[in-house]
C-alpha cells in the first residue's frame, strides 16, 4: 500500500506491507509514481544491487537513492525487483534483482527529477505483523 | 509555539528546552496566519536548528519561510569554528549552491515580442533539462571536469564559454576557495559530468522577462536596469553532482554523529564540528559543488546567448547583471567574528561599502534576486545595512510553496495551464505538462507579500519588478 503525503515543498509517501521486503519493493513502486505519469511495469533489463546499512531507514534511503540514480543517471528504470534483507554482523544487507526497462521520457510521461531521499521524519516498522515506512523526497 | 513581536515584521521565540540560543523570524500578518496554519511546523524546525552546537544567536528565518527537511526553507544560522560550531550538509541542502543568475540586455519588451516564440523554441532546444538526451557538443574530461571544480567559471571563460566581466559580477566571483574534488565520491562525478550545462525539473527554470516598475532609481541605475528591457533569469544548482554530495555526507555525519556527542533533534540536521576531519572534508565537498553550480549557470548563459543570436538578435549584449547562491555554507565575517554562515533558501545580501561586492554595485548594496512564480513577477532587491546588523548579511530567496505538488495537481486537473499562461502573453516551453501543472502560478505565494515584508523589515530594499515573457522548465 502506497499513501502520498501532502508535503508542501517536497513529496513523500507512507508505505505498508506485510514483510520487509514487500515494504522495499512498494518503495521502489513509489518512486516511480513520483517520477513518471506513467511507470512502465515490465522490462527485460537486468540488474543486480547490493546495498548496506547499519538501520533499517538508513537502508531505504540508500534503496531508494540508489534506484533514483540507476534511473537519472544510468537512463534504467527498475520495473520489478526482488529483494531479499539479511541481517549481518550488526548491518542489514539488501540484495535486489531488478528488472528494468530503459527510460523513455516521453512515453513514460517523465515528471522530473528525485534529488534524494530525506532521513527527515523517515520511519521503518513493523507493528501487528505489518511493516510500514514513512519517507519524504527531496524533488 | 512561544514567541513574541519585537517590531511590526520581526519576531523572537525565546531559548528554551534543548535550544542553545533564541531564534527570530521575519512575518507579515499574512505569513504569521500561513506559518499558523501549518501549526508552526516549520518553526518547530527553527527551534530543531537552534539547539546546533556553536549556534551563534539567533537562528533566522527570513518572510519566505517554509516547511522543509531539517532546516526550514528560508533558513539562516552562523556556527563559530572557535566554539565547537558544527556544519550541517542538511542544513545547505541536497541542491548545493541552487541559485539565480540575472542577465540584463537593452532589447526592448516590444523588440521581444516580435521574435518571441522562435526564441521560445531555440531556448527549450538549447538547454538542456538534464535527463535523457543532452546537448552532443559539450564533452569535458575527467581532468577539465575537476578544474571546473575547484576554479568554477573562470575555467569556462577561459575557453569561449562568456567573458571575463562575466565573472565579476558573481557571488564570490564564483569560486569558492578550498574546493576538494578528491572529497567527492565516483558516483558524484559520474551525476555530474552529464550534466554540467543542464536545468534541472521541479521548480527550476529560465525566463525571459522585463523590467515593469522601477522603484528605486539610484540602484537601478547602478545596477543597469531600465523599464521595458529585457532580462532573463536563470535558476539552477549544482545537478546530481550536488545531489550526490549532500547524500554521501549526510549518511558519514550521520555515523559520525556519536563520536561527537551530538544530539539531533532530527537526523537531516545530521551535523559534524566544522574543525572534524568531517567537517573539513564535506566544506571541500561542497565548495567543489558549489563552483559546479556557478559553472552551471555559466554554461548556461552561453545557451542562451546562442539562442538568442540565432533569434534574431544576433549582436546584441545579454550582461550578467548578478548571479547568487540560494543554498550555501560560507566563512564570513559578522560583528568582528568569523562565522560560518549556512543559509538554505536563502540569499546572502550584502549592504553597501562592502568590499566583496563589484565596484559599480558596492555603493547600492548587493543586487537580491527574488524569483517569483512563473506567472506573476520577480523582484530585485538591494542588501542593506540592516540586513548586516540583524541577519549576518541575509534576506529572502523566493515566493515559497503554498500548495503541495500534489493539490496543485488536482487544482490543475482539466486545465490547460499553458494556454492559459499564452492567453496572459507569456510563452511556456517545458518538458512535460506535469511539471508545468505542479509549479502553477496559484501554487506559490504571493512573491510581493515575501518582498513587501523584507522591504519593511529593513533586510532589503526594493529596487525593480520583472514580469514574465517567456518560462522554459525542465
Known amino acids: 500500500m502506497i499513501r502520498t503525503l501532502d508535503h508542501t515543498a517536497d513529496v513523500g509517501f507512507e508505505l505498508e506491507a506485510p514483510s520487509l521486503e514487500e515494504l522495499f519493493e512498494e518503495a521502489r513502486r513509489g518512486l516511480l509514481l513520483v517520477m513518471f505519469e506513467r511507470p512502465p511495469d515490465r522490462g527485460g533489463e537486468r540488474e543486480t544491487v547490493r546495498l548496506s546499512a547499519p538501520d533499517l531507514e538508513m537502508l531505504l534511503v540508500r534503496w531508494i537513492n540508489e534506484l533514483a540514480y540507476l534511473v537519472q543517471a544510468r537512463g534504467l528504470v527498475p520495473t520489478g525487483s526482488e529483494p531479499e534483507i539479511r541481517e549481518d554482523g550488526g548491518s542489514f544487507v539488501l540484495e535486489a534483482h531488478l528488472a528494468g526497462t530503459e527510460l523513455d521520457p516521453e512515453v513514460q510521461g517523465w515528471q522530473g527529477e528525485v534529488k534524494s531521499a530525506t532521513f527527515h521524519g523517515l520511519e521503518v516498522k513493523r507493528e501487528n505483523g505489518t511493516w510500514s515506512a514513512r519517507v519524504i523526497l527531496d524533488v | ?474
Open chain 2, 1 to 474: 509555539m512561544n514567541f513574541e513581536r519585537l517590531s511590526e515584521y520581526k519576531y523572537r521565540i525565546p531559548r528554551e528546552g534543548k535550544m542553545r540560543v533564541d531564534a527570530a523570524f521575519y512575518a507579515s500578518k499574512t505569513i504569521l496566519e500561513d506559518l499558523e496554519a501549518e501549526n508552526y511546523a516549520s518553526l518547530k524546525q527553527l527551534t530543531n536548528v537552534a539547539t546546533l552546537p556553536g549556534v551563534v544567536a539567533p537562528a533566522l528565518t527570513m518572510p519566505d519561510i517554509h516547511w522543509g527537511y531539517g532546516f526550514p526553507i528560508g533558513g539562516v544560522a552562523a556556527f563559530d569554528p572557535e566554539a565547537g560550531g558544527v556544519v550541517s550538509p542538511g542544513g545547505v541542502g541536497f541542491d548545493i549552491n541552487c541559485g539565480v543568475r540575472l542577465l540584463t540586455s537593452d532589447i526592448s519588451r516590444e523588440e521581444l515580442e516580435s521574435h518571441k516564440s522562435p526564441l521560445a523554441d531555440a531556448l527549450f532546444k538549447g538547454i538542456p533539462s538534464g535527463v535523457g538526451r543532452g546537448r552532443r557538443d559539450l564533452n569535458f574530461s575527467r581532468k577539465d571536469f575537476e578544474e571546473i571544480l575547484r576554479e568554477g567559471p573562470a575555467v569556462l571563460v577561459d575557453r569561449g564559454y562568456g567573458e571575463s566581466a562575466d565573472l565579476d559580477n558573481i557571488e564570490s566571483r564564483g569560486r569558492l576557495p578550498g574546493a576538494d574534488p578528491e572529497a567527492t565520491s565516483q558516483r558524484a562525478y559520474e551525476r555530474g559530468v552529464s550534466q554540467l550545462g543542464s536545468l534541472g525539473s521541479g521548480n527550476h527554470f529560465l525566463e525571459v522577462q522585463y523590467v515593469d516598475e522601477i522603484y528605486d532609481e539610484e540602484a537601478a541605475g547602478a545596477y543597469g536596469l531600465e523599464r521595458g528591457r529585457v532580462t532573463v533569469l536563470i535558476h539552477s544548482g549544482s545537478r546530481g553532482f550536488g545531489h550526490q554530495v549532500c547524500q554521501d555526507y549526510v549518511e558519514r555525519f550521520l555515523q559520525a554523529a556519536p563520536k561527537y556527542s551530538i544530539e539531533l533533534a532530527d537526523r537531516q540536521l545530521a551535523a559534524a564540528p566544522i574543525e572534524s576531519p568531517e567537517g573539513k572534508a564535506y566544506l571541500g565537498a561542497m565548495s567543489a559543488a558549489a563552483n559546479f553550480a556557478f559553472a552551471n549557470r555559466q554554461l548556461i548563459t552561453h545557451f542562451i546567448r546562442q539562442a538568442f543570436e540565432e533569434s534574431g538578435f544576433s549582436g546584441r549584449y545579454l550582461r550578467v547583471l548578478y548571479d547568487l547562491a540560494h543554498n550555501n555554507a560560507k566563512f564570513e565575517e559578522h560583528a568582528g567574528k568569523r562565522v560560518l554562515v549556512h543559509r538554505k533558501g536563502a540569499t546572502r545580501a550584502f549592504g553597501p561599502g562592502n568590499p566583496e561586492l563589484p565596484e559599480r554595485y558596492r555603493f547600492v548594496g548587493q543586487p537580491v534576486l527574488v524569483p517569483g512564480d512563473m506567472g506573476r513577477y520577480s523582484f530585485v532587491l538591494a542588501g542593506t545595512e540592516g540586513a548586516m546588523s540583524e541577519t549576518f548579511g541575509s534576506s529572502a530567496h523566493g515566493a515559497g510553496r503554498k500548495m503541495s505538488r500534489k493539490k496543485a495537481k488536482k487544482a490543475a486537473k482539466g486545465r490547460n495551464l499553458i494556454r492559459e499562461m499564452e492567453s496572459l502573453g507569456i510563452l511556456v516551453r517545458a518538458a512535460g505538462r506535469a511539471t508545468v501543472d505542479e509549479e502553477m502560478s496559484e501554487a506559490y505565494k504571493d512573491a510581493a507579500e515575501v518582498v513587501e515584508t523584507t522591504h519593511s523589515a529593513g533586510i532589503g530594499r526594493k529596487v525593480a519588478r520583472l514580469r514574465p515573457m517567456i518560462v522554459v522548465k525542465g
